[in-house]
């Protein structure tokens, strides 16, 4: 923990709840045991592991904790991890990001999981699907994140103001 930064610890944290390796509970517990060893970089680490919510599910990629982290970071608290969104036919969806309130949803999509003519099919299906409720998908490439991610946060901040304006929700 002393050689990496808060978000890759954040994002390994989150890979570890992901893989079913600890519950959040359990890892933080886990930390705070090393931490009160002395380890060094522990402190920081149970810090950061702290700061996560210990409900909800685990990010699927860096990506999702890395625009979520910058999303908050910008005064953009809305934007949840993985909310549900009930579908037409009673499934329940978990886009990555989203504003639920003003039916705002981000889908960031890595050529890794979003490649293949069988996922872009899939993912076409959903936004479909969650227009059809009303909502909005906005879909980001994770090569933006590398390369433009304050103009990411940006665009996405500029359109939940339309979005608010658009379903009349104003901000508290």
Do not use: C
Not at 4 to 19: F, N, P, V, Y
Not at 39 to 63: F, K, M, N, Y
Not at 143 to 162: F, N, P, Q
């Amino acid at each position: 923990a002393r050689h990496t930064g808060d978000l890759a610890l954040r994002s390994i944290g989150e890979q570890i709840i992901a893989d079913g390796l600890a519950t959040h509970p359990e890892l933080a517990d886990h930390v705070a045991e090393v931490a009160s060893r002395g380890r060094p970089g522990s402190g920081r680490a149970l810090r950061v592991i702290s700061e996560r919510s210990p409900v909800g599910t685990a990010a699927d990629s860096d990506d999702e904790v890395v625009l979520l982290h910058a999303l908050h970071g910008a005064g953009l608290m809305e934007f949840v991890r993985h909310p549900p969104v009930q579908l037409r036919t009673g499934d329940v969806v978990h886009p990555d990001l989203g504003v639920p309130g003003v039916g705002l949803y981000v889908e960031v999509d890595h050529p890794t999981w979003h490649n293949t003519a069988e996922q872009a099919a899939y993912d076409k299906w959903r936004d479909f699907e969650i227009r059809l409720l009303g909502g909005e998908v906005e879909r980001i490439p994770s090569g933006w994140l590398t390369h433009s991610l304050d103009t990411v946060v940006a665009d996405l901040a500029e359109r939940l103001r339309h979005r608010r304006l658009q379903v009349g929700v104003q901000l508290r």
